[in-house]
Structure formats: C-alpha cells, structure tokens
C-alpha cells in the first residue's frame, strides 16, 4: 500500500483556503490609506442626482472601512430657477479654491475630489471608484484621531495627530448622513431627490500642535443618530488632504 504524505496536503490545502479568503475582498487588502470624497453637487443640476446617488451606494459599501463622504451643496445654481435648501457660498468658494489647487477652471457640478488631490466627474462610476481604490492603497501621511462631546448647542472635539504636519489646518464637518427634497422648479422640476452625506458646517482651525481641541456651534436640530463629525488635515499651499478621520461622539454632556 502506498502512504499518504498528509503534512504537505495539509500545508497546499490552507494556502489554497487562504488565498481564496483573499480573493473574496480584494479592497481589503489594499486598504493601507484613507479616501476623503468631497462632492459639489447641487439640487438645481439635472447631472447631479446620479452623482448623489452613487454616493449613497458608496456610503454604504464602504461603511466600515476608512472612506469618508462630504456633499458640498453649492449655490451659483440657486439662480437657474430653484434655490438649494443646502446651498452655502461658503461651499461655492472652497470649490473655487481646489480649482485653484488642481488648474481645473472653470468650476463644475457634480465634480469630486478625492484627498485634495484628484477630480473626477462624480457620476462616472468606474472612474469614482478606481480612484477609491487608487486613494486607500497609498499610505495616509497623518493619522487623525477625534472625540467629540456634545453640551446642548455646541460640540466639544479634541483631536490627537500621529504623524508630520506643517502649516496645514484641521477641518471639521458637521455632516446630515441622509435627506430628501421635493424639487418643483429648475432642472429636476417634479422630482423627490435623495440627498446623502450633506454638510451642514465646516469649521476650519489653524493647526499649532499634536493635540488639542475645538469647539463648534451646533446647527439646530443636530443629533447623533442623524448626524456625525467628520474630520481631516489639509496642507494650506497644496489643497492636498493628509488624513482623515470619523468622530467617535460620547453620549453624556458636558457638566
């Protein structure tokens, strides 16, 4: 009878377990970095729906993994016939500023960045998503650590940065996870719109040290089920995003 060599069986079956495991979530794999997708989008362009909803599906794909989603809803389309309930000049001008960062003039909607480094047109799923992937492969520069503690109207944050960072600012998102939007007039005249990772406010601060915190006045209306803080680094002369990071909000007040 010929024996069975059961050690090298053994070893060839958990290699071949092992890279099926691997096989079965690439992104995983490849995930050493972080994506900060910043949409511009806007209730008044009928090719930002799509864009929007692509983001919906990203948000939930990726829930768990170090992506994060900011919908900036700026207002130069609040003119063409419907105003943007989300609109903000605020938003307006920092698009203008990442076309001054990139050399992509004139400005459009949808259009994302990712990481303040790259553009896309924000409904051209493929290319969104290869950038995502391109994005989380690259070791991220900084990492960023926040909590935050709400006390009634205002929102207490401190931050922790590992890394190297030079004249660079901390950003601070209050981000509306979800919406929709009744729009009677303009482009998307006659259509319920659904509306994700919205910006409600975006405080910028200076950053000095390693550690620290900030403290930010509250849109109204605000709570944790409906809301999170989303925060990033920024390199002041490039536009380019060095981490980014979710809040993790602690549920007591602030005595």
């Not at 903000?88 to 920092?94: D, P």
């Not at 660079?168 to 998307?188: C, D, F, M, P």
């Not at 006659?190 to 994700?196: A, D, E, P, Q, T």
């Not at 915190?213 to 209306?221: D, E, G, N, Q």
Request: aromatic fraction near 10%; charge should be positive; charged fraction near 20%.
């Amino acid at each position: 009878m010929k024996k069975i060599q059961l050690l090298p069986v053994f070893i060839t079956l958990m290699l071949l377990i092992g890279m099926a495991v691997l096989g079965q979530n690439p992104d995983k794999r490849a995930e050493k970095g972080f994506a900060l997708l910043e949409l511009y989008t806007s209730e008044g362009c009928s090719s930002c729906p799509p864009a929007d909803e692509l983001m919906g599906r990203i948000q939930s794909e990726y829930r768990n993994h170090e992506v994060y989603i900011l919908a900036y809803h700026v207002d130069y389309w609040d003119r063409q016939g419907w105003k943007d309930v989300f609109s903000n000049s605020a938003y307006t001008k920092r698009q203008y500023d990442y076309a001054k960062f990139l050399g992509k003039e004139p400005i459009y909607t949808p259009q994302l960045v990712v990481n303040g480094k790259t553009d896309y047109i924000a409904s051209q799923e493929t290319i969104v998503r290869n950038g995502i992937k391109s994005a989380l492969s690259k070791p991220a520069a900084v990492k960023l650590f926040l909590e935050g503690t709400q006390a009634n109207n205002n929102l207490k944050v401190n931050y922790n940065i590992e890394g190297v960072f030079k004249n660079s600012s901390l950003l601070l998102a209050i981000v509306q996870k979800t919406a929709k939007s009744n729009v009677k007039r303009g482009e998307n005249a006659n259509r319920i719109l659904s509306h994700y990772q919205i910006v409600r406010h975006l405080q910028s601060s200076a950053l000095k040290d390693k550690e620290g915190i900030v403290w930010i006045h509250l849109p109204k209306k605000i709570n944790t089920k409906d809301f999170e803080v989303i925060g990033f680094i920024q390199d002041n002369n490039t536009g380019s995003v060095m981490g980014a990071s979710r809040a993790v909000l602690q549920q007591s007040p602030i005595l």
